[in-house]
């Protein structure tokens, strides 16, 4: 009874063992793959603001994060989705930021990610990542699109 139980025991490691670091490596390079083909950020349209607008870092100040698709204010769409391809341990997911005039319902540029979580052998330490490009998100993207109407 005891070795049955043991054996019960270690099933779970064993079949880590044998797939969590292949499937770990294959989801890093579907990753890799599918930011080779559309991952980055696009800039479509730049935007000239007046100085006050941006803070001392040269970010614009009327972002609010936590505000969803008003994080922009009135006059611009900010969208953000993930799509999972894998869900659970590991997962694998394509995260998507865009931001729209509202006026003209015009896209003036989005971020594209890749990024998988997971797929470690158990222990009590945190699991690894991998994401790519290397710059992506709302903050380098806002950067991009939104530039200071005096500044040359």
């Known amino acids: 009874m005891k070795t049955h139980l043991f054996a019960l025991?270690?099933?779970?490691?064993?079949?880590?063992?044998?797939?969590?670091?292949?499937?770990?490596?294959e989801l890093?390079?579907?990753?890799?793959?599918?930011c080779a083909i559309d991952g980055g950020?696009?800039?479509?349209?730049?935007?000239?603001?007046?100085?006050?607008k941006f803070n001392e870092?040269?970010?614009?100040?009327?972002?609010?994060?936590?505000?969803?698709?008003n994080a922009l204010g009135p006059e611009y769409v900010f969208v953000s989705e993930i799509h999972y391809y894998r869900k659970g341990?590991?997962?694998?997911?394509?995260?998507?930021?865009?931001?729209?005039?509202?006026?003209?319902?015009k896209l003036l540029g989005e971020s594209i990610s890749y990024g998988r979580g997971g797929g470690d052998l158990p222990s009590p330490s945190y699991?690894?990542?991998?994401?790519?490009?290397?710059?992506?998100?709302?903050?380098?993207?806002?950067?991009?699109i939104f530039n200071q109407a005096n500044k040359e």
Not at 41 to 52: H, R, S
Not at 89 to 105: C, E, F, H, L, T
């Open 57 to 69: 870092w040269g970010q614009v100040n009327f972002y609010r994060p936590t505000q969803g698709e």
């Open 9 to 25: 025991l270690l099933l779970p490691l064993a079949t880590a063992c044998t797939s969590g670091p292949i499937v770990k490596a």
């Open 89 to 105: 341990n590991p997962q694998m997911a394509r995260y998507d930021i865009k931001v729209i005039r509202r006026s003209d319902g």
């Open 41 to 52: 950020i696009k800039v479509y349209e730049t935007v000239k603001l007046p100085a006050d």
């Open 28 to 34: 890093d390079n579907e990753v890799k793959r599918l």
């Open 127 to 144: 699991g690894s990542s991998f994401h790519c490009p290397k710059e992506y998100g709302d903050i380098p993207l806002l950067t991009k």
